[in-house]
């Protein structure tokens, strides 16, 4: 197994990019390359005893695309930038999968052209794993497309069916639908058209409408909608679990001897709250629909995030997930119309 790691991408590259690949490197026992400005790269490297021994290699770039640049002009401009060229180790062979914690429009748009579309999926969609009170729910699209079709909504279902399946060992995943009501008759156009479809669907377990509730509660193993309403719900559960510890300190703080006595006797409780909510267990949702395994990291991402997200990379290879995916298409042919049209 071999991950090529945007070394440059990300609020806190290349330390933190670095020393989580280092992590993962010695957790995961697979080989990195690490692509971006060598000098920087080993400098950071160089705090890290026995690194060369761990099978990390540099692959030197020249340019890095900024978060506040053009996605798609940034790609075709800049040949040169690492998450450019770490998706070029991907399409070459010479990698097995990508991961970037930098612009998440550049990386998704690089893996598009670069990668290309598994053929029959319209659009691509990022599944972010979302911790509930039952385990885990794969919420997506959560970021790539802010506007989608039925059609492709339903692909998502598909794909994130099958990644629930094979990467989480859920069988027969319980696929919803996001809307404001349980009833079928609820919700604007796409939701009412994307039901529809999603009924005639053979190879999703299509449980009906989600509501916001079902998430947290993990009533659902899959839940779907567009990339507008996916962030919003995902920045927003992340903003939550954040308040809700800082809150939780604060009255244990302001709560006297006695709070801090009953913190005291509850803290491995609260620590395994604490490591249940935090975002960087998971570290990385795939992009799901391309010809390649691409992972899109926070740009907040710590160390520990990218450790994570590499072991991610490495479930989503072993999964085997993207021919899983070419073979539900195949038995899935209403799909197909919508998207080889485009």
């Not at 995961?28 to 690194?51: A, F």
């Not at 927003?236 to 709070?259: H, N, Q, S, V, Y």
């Not at 520990?304 to 479930?315: F, L, R």
Request: charged fraction near 25%; proline fraction near 3%.
């Amino acid at each position: 197994m071999k991950i090529a790691v945007d070394a440059m991408g990300g609020d806190y590259a290349p330390e933190q990019i670095v020393f989580g690949a280092v992590r993962a490197a010695k957790k995961y026992k697979c080989e990195i390359v690490l692509v971006g400005d060598e000098p920087r790269i080993r400098e950071v490297l160089s705090r890290e005893t026995g690194w060369e021994k761990l099978g990390i290699t540099i692959h030197h770039t020249t340019e890095v695309i900024g978060m506040d640049e053009h996605p798609a002009d940034a790609v075709r401009t800049k040949k040169d930038s690492s998450v450019v060229v770490a998706t070029q180790l991907v399409k070459e062979g010479k990698c097995d999968a990508v991961l970037s914690a930098g612009s998440t429009g550049a990386a998704v748009t690089a893996a598009q052209l670069i990668l290309k579309r598994i053929r029959g999926i319209g659009r691509p969609t990022i599944a972010t794993p979302m911790p509930t009170s039952k385990g885990v729910t794969l919420l997506l699209d959560s970021g790539a497309n802010v506007d989608s079709k039925p059609v492709h909504l339903v692909q998502s279902g598909l794909m994130g069916s099958i990644y629930a399946e094979y990467v989480f060992g859920i069988k027969n995943p319980r696929v919803g639908l996001l809307n404001i009501g349980e009833e079928e008759t609820k919700g604007n156009e796409q939701a009412k058209e994307t039901y529809a479809l999603l009924k005639e669907m053979h190879t999703i377990n299509f449980g009906g409408n989600a509501e916001g509730r079902d998430v947290p509660k993990g009533n659902f193993d899959v839940v779907i909608c567009d990339g507008f309403v996916g962030n919003v719900v995902l920045k927003f559960a992340e903003g939550l679990a954040k308040t809700i510890m800082k809150l939780i300190k604060e009255a244990i703080k302001d709560g006297g001897i006695l709070a801090k006595l009953g913190a005291l006797l509850l803290m491995p409780t609260l620590k395994k709250l604490g490591k249940r909510l935090d975002a960087s267990e998971y570290g990385g949702a795939p992009l799901l629909g391309v010809n390649g395994v691409c992972i899109i990291s926070h740009g907040s991402s710590n160390a520990k995030s990218i450790c994570s997200a590499i072991g991610v990379a490495n479930d989503y290879v072993n999964g085997n997930v993207m021919e899983h995916i070419q073979e539900a298409l195949s038995q899935e042919e209403v799909l197909t119309n919508d998207s080889e049209k485009k």
